[in-house]
């Protein structure tokens, strides 16, 4: 099956540090890529949906400014934590859309990034 | 987006038992229904997926059910064993206007017990 990776898988930063975290699909290019943010014992947030080489569309409520998405190839897309603080602490997952396909083609879930902000 | 309403949020069954989780939607636009299986600490791997014009789909020990007049879909887990415990997810998609997001419920953390 199609293997998405992310790194680091955690990171410990300190109060108003940026934090960049890489989502990589291995096997296959990826046309969308999402990230979700996942909170203790709760349910996946999609943050924002990002296509190659366009801007990422964010949900409502995430700030743009802060959660910064560059998806420049079909195989990299990276999320980075400008400033972090400490109730940016979460788990971070992407998925990756393999490109070309059209109908229920499936998405691939990264194995998840752990950040800390101190 | 639309909301998709899973239960129960925990679950307890006998190893050798049957496992159900259902979940319920709204927009009757989705049509993709997977089910994830989360294991602490990691991203959450697709179990088995459904398409609206099937009634049920079957994959080893995990099967899907689906009602599409009640909007209403459930996995069930056969002869669950320790190794299910998990927190499984179902979802529901929209592919118009090449949106593709996944809407998920809000989990149900399963304890499968020797």
């Known amino acids: 099956g199609a293997v998405v990776s992310q790194h680091p898988s955690r990171v410990i930063c300190k109060s108003g540090t940026s934090v960049k975290i890489e989502c990589r699909s291995l096997d296959f290019q990826a046309t969308t890529m999402f990230w979700y943010r996942q909170f203790p014992k709760q349910s996946l947030m999609l943050m924002a949906t990002s296509n190659e080489g366009s801007k990422a569309t964010y949900e409502q409520g995430v700030e743009k400014d802060k959660f910064l998405i560059n998806h420049a190839s079909l195989t990299l897309s990276t999320l980075t934590v400008t400033s972090a603080h400490p109730e940016d602490s979460s788990f971070y997952i992407c998925?990756?859309?393999?490109?070309?396909?059209?109908?229920?083609?499936?998405?691939?879930f990264g194995p998840g990034t752990r950040l800390t902000v101190l | 987006q639309q909301q998709v309403k899973q239960s129960p949020q925990s679950l307890i069954v006998q190893k050798g038992g049957i496992s159900i989780i259902n979940c319920a939607y709204e927009?009757?636009?989705?049509?993709?229904f997977p089910w994830y299986q989360q294991f602490p600490g990691k991203g959450p791997a697709l179990l088995i997926a459904?398409?609206?014009?099937?009634s049920e789909k079957k994959e080893g020990r995990f099967t899907i059910s689906f009602n599409k007049s009640a909007k209403q879909f459930s996995l069930h887990i056969m002869d669950s064993q320790p190794g299910d415990s998990a927190t499984y997810f179902c979802?529901?998609?929209?592919?118009?206007?090449?949106?593709?997001?996944?809407?998920f419920g809000k989990g149900t953390k399963l304890s499968v017990i020797p």
């Open positions: 998925s990756a859309r393999e490109a070309g396909l059209a109908g229920y083609n499936e998405q691939f």
């Open positions: 459904i398409r609206p014009d099937v």
């Open positions: 927009n009757t636009a989705f049509d993709y």
């Open positions: 979802a529901a998609r929209w592919s118009g206007a090449g949106s593709y997001q996944l809407t």
